[in-house]
Each structure stands twice: as structure tokens, then as C-alpha cells.
């Protein structure tokens, strides 16, 4: 409730001040009913204005998540059949309806971020500033160490030049310390980490660990998708955290041609590999070598399905976010089930606009079913 004060009456406070504080006493207790009810519903509206705007604030200043929010249902679907289930379960009705959900998200993402340079994904990535990890709660451990040897086929076969005994810069990002966020102040920590190599002579990032802070709060606190952002870091996406490493260890950021995944276990893209694996290598069980895996373009349901699956999908932001450095690539990715026949991996090659697959030759050369 305002306080009227007409013209004459203004002329007289500024002239007896006393007598206007006094004046003014009066009028607020004669008004004090009608202020204890406008009061609150003051309080309320600001309440409301601080949060629209920091709703807002935090809209502007991230870009969209890294997974669409209608593929949450996709996902959800694919967590209930366990990586382990029987062939006859991953290949029944129920997941077929999984897949074809994913497929359905794959196709919508390339629509909108690689095909339509003005769609949804059009602004630019998030900066977080000279420190991004200590701002975010992230500790950055630099290590040097040899390769996996299960990897020495692909490292000495068609990415020839790298010996066994060679190490090169393996870096562990974990999210161990409290942080602030757009919500909230001193937020407990989520034990996230993404752990890997990065090889920039092979224009190649292996990433033996990728458990991501929207995934760690999901598992501890139970958390819908739409809950977690309150509980991360601003840095806390796959493809935001592996870039300012690749570009301080890679003198030409623009060169990177690989991403992979050793170990693939997560419980999205765990049983998407094992069905189309199932399906396209009926012996993958017993073990099989890179040059015997599968290869799908972005042209295919297959490709589609496992670009918007968890582990596929940082590399849409890689190639959406980092456009202008990467320019335009053709992606391809390759999964296989490794020779212990229990540890699932991938290869995604980011292929340049008009030229060709540097894996091609080599695996038609040395494809075989003996082992």
C-alpha cells in the first residue's frame, strides 16, 4: 500500500522535518491493517521476480543439456534391461520400442545441431573463465602412462608410429570439492570423474572413465533429470570438461580426429552395444579384435541411436560446440566387444568434410572370423 502525499503537504515536510516524521508515524499506523496484508504479498512477488530472473539468468548463460529432455524416457527404458540380460531379452518387443526411441532422438539431435546451423543448439558454448575446474569443484591430476595394452592393435595398426612402452599425458578430472552453482552456494561435491588420455600426434582422446556429476547425483540422491541441475557444477558436461585439456596439450586444438571409449559400461549405452552387437556379431561373446567390429554412419538407425546414447552424444557437442574450430566433420563410430570378450568399447573418427576413413583399409585387409 503507497502513501499519497499531495503537493501542499510535500512542501510542508521538506520545510519542518520533525513535524513530518511525525506526520508520516500517523499515516502508516492509521494504514497499518492494510500493510500487513500488502506486505507479505510484496515480500511474495520479489521472491518470484529473483527467481524468474535467475531462471532466466541460468538459461542464458548455459547452453542447452547434453541430453534432450524427452530422451530421459529413452533412457529410462534402456536402464531396465541389464546389460547382462539374455539375448532373447535385449531383443524383445519392449526393447525394440527402446531403440527405436533413441533412434528417434539421434535424428532429432542431428536435425537440429549439425544440419541447421541456426537451430536450437546455434549459441555458442559456456565460458567458465581462466580456472574452470577450481571454480567448479574439480581437482586436475596430469599424469604420464603408457596406453592400455588391450589398444595396442589400433595404436600400432591403422594409428601405426606409437610403441608399447611409450606414455603420453593421462589426466584425471574429479569433481571432489564443494562448489558454487546458479542456485545454490557451498554444494556438497558429486564424485564425478572423467579420466584419459589424450594423444595429440594422433589427433586422439581415449577416455578410460566417464562417470559425469548429472549421473553421480542421479545414482546418490535419486533425483528426476529436471532436479539435478541444481545439485552440478556449470562445468560439468563431457564435452565442456575434455576441451580445455585437449587445447592445453594439443598445440592445434583443430586436428582432433578421434574420441574413444575403452570400457563402455554405462547402463544406456551398455545394452544399446550388446544388441546391435548381438544382432551384427552373433560370436561377439567369445571375443573379437577392432578390425572385426562394427561400423555405423550418422546415416543409420544404428549411428543415430548410439550418437544420443550417453556416451555418444558429448561428441554432438564437440562437433556443434566447437564448430568453428573443428569445422565440418562427418562422424562414423565403431564398437567392438574386446578379445576378453567382457569390456565393450567404441571409436567415434570425426572424419573432415571430403576426406576418407583412415580405418577402412586396415580393417578390410586384416578382418577376419579365426581368432
Known sequence: ???????????????????????????????????????????????????????????????????????????????????????????????????????????????????????????????????????????????????????????????????????????RLDQNRRFNNDYHSNVDRTYANYDGFYLPSQSFILMTRTYSPSYRVFIRDGLRSDQVIEHIPRLNSLSDAIWPVWTRISNHPGSLRYYAVDSVVNDVTGPLMDYLLDRDRPDHSAGMTFAQGVTYGLDSDEGKALLASPNGV???????????????????????????????????????????????DYRAVNFTTSR
Open 1 to 171: 500500500m503507497y502513501v499519497t502525499l499531495t503537493k501542499p503537504t510535500f512542501t510542508r515536510w521538506r520545510s519542518t522535518p520533525t513535524a513530518n516524521l511525525s506526520k508520516l508515524v500517523k499515516s502508516l499506523k492509521k494504514r497499518r491493517g492494510k500493510i500487513a496484508v500488502w506486505v507479505p504479498c510484496v515480500v511474495i512477488l520479489l521472491l518470484l521476480s529473483k527467481f524468474a530472473f535467475k531462471s532466466k539468468r541460468h538459461a542464458i548463460r548455459h547452453p542447452p543439456p547434453e541430453v534432450d529432455p524427452t530422451t530421459e524416457a529413452c533412457y529410462d527404458y534402456l536402464r531396465s534391461s541389464s546389460s547382462s540380460s539374455s539375448n532373447l531379452v535385449r531383443r524383445d518387443h519392449d526393447f525394440l520400442r527402446r531403440y527405436e526411441c533413441l533412434v528417434d532422438q539421434g535424428e532429432w539431435l542431428l536435425e537440429e545441431g549439425l544440419v541447421n546451423a541456426a537451430g536450437i543448439f546455434e549459441d555458442p558454448p559456456q565460458d567458465f573463465g581462466s580456472s574452470p575446474f577450481n571454480r567448479n569443484g574439480w581437482s586436475v591430476v596430469n599424469n604420464q602412462e603408457p596406453l592400455p595394452l588391450e589398444w595396442d592393435e589400433v595404436f600400432q595398426g591403422p594409428l601405426s608410429g606409437i610403441s608399447p612402452e611409450e606414455e603420453f599425458p593421462y589426466v
Open 314 to 360: 558429448a561428441v554432438l557437442w564437440l562437433l556443434v560446440h566447437r564448430r568453428a574450430i573443428l569445422g565440418r566433420r562427418d562422424p562414423r563410430v565403431t564398437i567392438w566387444e574386446g578379445e576378453d570378450g567382457n569390456s565393450r568399447r567404441m571409436i567415434w573418427e570425426l572424419i573432415p568434410a571430403g576426406e576418407e576413413s583412415t580405418f577402412d
